[in-house]
């Protein structure tokens, strides 16, 4: 037999001026999950700026029924400067959700202290000391893409592989081009 459900898990979303509006009642912290970071990854064209992921005891009395969970800031991302970077909780993580960027920073789950983040349109990957300076790292990142001429909007994600396919290949192409003139010679 089931076991009788304990808790519920509310993915919570707020405006600018407060005005809340809740994405779902879920009988799985999973599934909660699951529905923030999918409304996360759409939230571009929204106005919302705070979210969070609330658990509600069942069957309660009293005023301490709920607790949150993770709550989520959005900021500008400091790789594509799009207003996608979600923060998670007090500097524990944060991710771009915008398609064309993923920017993302986290701690290290074997060194506790050590902060990882990455670009991975880029296929950059950096380590910090402190939440703080892996967010510089990825201005870096953005920096040295600028200076190297890469433009401030990014191509889509399948628009760089296949240019870096194209690059591949030419190379390729140079390599056999070279060896089947040292072979005719």
């Not at 979210?51 to 991302?77: M, P, Q, Y």
């Not at 703080?132 to 190297?148: D, F, I, P, T, V």
Request: hydrophobic content about 35%; charged content about 30%.
């Amino acid at each position: 037999m089931d076991e009788p459900l304990k808790q519920v898990y509310v993915p919570v979303v707020a405006t600018p001026g407060g005005e809340k509006t809740q994405l779902g009642v879920l009988s799985s912290e999973q599934d909660a999950w699951d529905v923030m970071r999918a409304f996360l990854s759409k939230a571009g064209e929204t106005q919302v700026v705070t979210a969070s992921i609330v658990a509600w005891e069942i069957d309660f009395v009293g005023e301490e029924g709920s607790f949150e969970l993770a709550t989520f800031d959005r900021k500008s991302c400091p790789v594509c400067t799009e207003l996608s970077f979600w923060v998670e909780g007090e500097d524990e993580r944060a991710r771009c959700y915008y398609s064309r960027c993923g920017a993302w920073i986290e701690e290290n789950r074997f060194e506790p202290g050590r902060w990882d983040c990455g670009w991975p349109s880029a296929n950059w990957n950096k380590r910090s000391d402190s939440f703080e300076s892996a967010h510089k790292g990825l201005m870096e990142m953005r920096a040295k893409s600028n200076s190297a001429g890469m433009s401030e909007r990014m191509p889509s994600r399948e628009a760089w592989l296949s240019e870096k396919d194209r690059e591949r290949r030419t190379i390729q192409q140079k390599k056999f081009d070279s060896m089947s003139e040292d072979i005719t010679e």
